[in-house]
């Protein structure tokens, strides 16, 4: 395992909200893999809709999605494409 990461651009006039940040933990919280937001240096437990809500997420914000563990590639592909379902990015 080597952990594996992808960075994104919010481009969503009302940032990350409730509804995505529902989603996303969601679908993170399938894998036994750490799932990260990295928002300005500050990480955030993406299985937890709290956590994620507070980065406070704002239109073009820089996240670098950091999944670590056995099932990192597809839980980095998941929520990957949550963010992109719930144009994010």
Do not use: W
């Not at 820089?62 to 990957?80: F, M, N, R, S």
């Amino acid at each position: 395992m080597k952990m594996v990461s992808q960075t994104i651009i919010i481009k969503n006039a009302e940032g990350l909200h409730a509804r995505p940040a529902t989603e996303i933990a969601k679908n993170a919280t399938k894998y036994t893999s750490t799932v990260e937001l990295d928002v300005m240096g500050n990480k955030f437990n993406a299985k937890s809709v709290l956590n994620i809500m507070s980065a406070g997420i704002k239109n073009s914000t820089q996240i670098q999605i950091i999944c670590d563990g056995v099932d990192e590639e597809k839980a980095l592909e998941e929520v990957l494409q949550t963010f992109k379902e719930n144009s994010l990015v």
